[in-house]
């Protein structure tokens, strides 16, 4: 997408340099950072440098690249990329397009033949799950656009914009694609503490697009609902189960419950690389438990106009940080995919193409 009429991706490979934007001092500082090796790499995605799903997925695919580059030429070769592997599989548990970034580039370079052949492919098998992360977010900005009517008032939490993906993203890319097509359209976007991806990172893809917004407390949304101020809700997923269970960013299956109640339908919107067949329901999904230091503090723009956290809690307090729920499906009235959008219960077959 743009930002200040200057097309970015979120995360891209140069030779066997990883670039992306560093998300953690946004919007009030604008850095590429270059991660030179696959620790790097792990690094950023653990401290959420770059984080939303399909990033981190795509992330970890140029990651397992690297991997692969750095991997001696000789009887351990394979033995290493394994253990890079894992460094990048346990950098942050629950976003199932990790895993699937990382194994799309360790099955590619070991069906190569030679070493050699192992680091071309694997840089081929990245830069392809960029491809068609980008692919897939401006297909489901197609599907979902045309449940955007002109004048929509859209909640969404978290970030699911194209800071979360490599491009487009998934729940925003509705609103970005009806807003092309001309239609008016809202947005009311959770500031999502304790991490702030709403205020922080929404707002500043809402702005830079030119889409009316207005940012609002993670605990104003359900009463927002209540008053008839939002006509659909759309978030995206960081794993969806086989039965159509949802995990998404803390405090997204509160609202599902409350739209649920007042008749509001809300969409879910994700890729199907975000889909683990292998999980049968959303209790099945690892959650993933951050730093209790993301709650007691809160990051933002200095007074001295440097990037700081001042200290909300007393000292002694301690805190809780799950970062994803689980919504389920019965929550759910859609799942926007790349392939169409589905009913929850029936996900599996986006698997299959075309709905
Ligand atoms: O902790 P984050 O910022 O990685 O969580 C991101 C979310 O929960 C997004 O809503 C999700 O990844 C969907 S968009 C890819």
Not at 8 to 19: A, D, G, L, P
Not at 199 to 226: C, K, W, Y
Not at 288 to 296: A, K, M
Not at 319 to 337: C, E, H, M, S
Request: hydrophobic fraction near 40%.
């Amino acid at each position: 997408m743009k930002i200040n009429g200057i097309h970015y991706r979120t995360v891209w490979m140069e030779q066997s340099v990883v670039k992306m934007i560093n998300q953690a001092i946004l919007p009030h500082f604008f850095r590429i950072e270059e991660l030179k090796t696959h620790r790097d790499t792990a690094r950023a995605i653990k401290d959420m440098i770059v984080r939303g799903a399909g990033a981190i997925g795509a992330t970890a695919a140029y990651g397992m690249a690297q991997v692969v580059l750095e991997a001696p030429d000789n009887s351990r070769f394979l033995e290493v990329v394994l253990e890079g592997s894992q460094t990048l599989a346990s950098t942050r548990p629950t976003a199932q397009n990790l895993f699937y970034g990382i194994e799309r580039v360790l099955s590619a370079a070991r069906r190569a033949g030679s070493t050699e052949e192992a680091r071309r492919k694997a840089v081929e098998a990245a830069n392809l799950v960029a491809e068609e992360d980008v692919s897939s977010c401006s297909s489901i900005g197609c599907h979902g656009a045309a449940l955007v009517r002109d004048g929509a008032r859209v909640l969404t939490h978290c970030n699911a914009g194209w800071l979360a993906f490599v491009d487009w993203g998934s729940a925003l890319a509705p609103v970005y694609t009806a807003s092309r097509e001309g239609r008016s359209v809202f947005v009311f976007a959770d500031e999502t503490r304790p991490w702030n991806q709403g205020s922080r990172l929404t707002s500043f893809e809402l702005m830079n697009e030119g889409i009316s917004h207005s940012i609002v407390p993670d605990n104003a949304s359900g009463f927002l609902m209540q008053r008839g101020e939002v006509d659909l809700v759309i978030v995206g997923a960081d794993r969806i189960a086989a039965n159509g269970d949802v995990a998404n960013k803390i405090g997204t299956f509160e609202k599902a419950v409350v739209a649920h109640e007042l008749g509001i339908p809300f969409y879910v919107a994700a890729p199907t690389s975000t889909i683990d067949r292998n999980c049968p329901d959303g209790s099945a999904i690892p959650i993933e438990e951050r730093s209790e230091d993301e709650v007691l503090y809160c990051g933002g723009l200095l007074e001295n106009g440097e990037f700081g956290r001042v200290r909300l809690a007393p000292p002694g307090a301690r805190a809780r940080n799950l970062a994803f729920d689980v919504t389920p499906a019965k929550y759910i009235t859609g799942i926007i995919t790349q392939n169409g959008v589905f009913a929850p219960n029936e996900i599996l077959k986006a698997l299959a193409g075309k709905g």
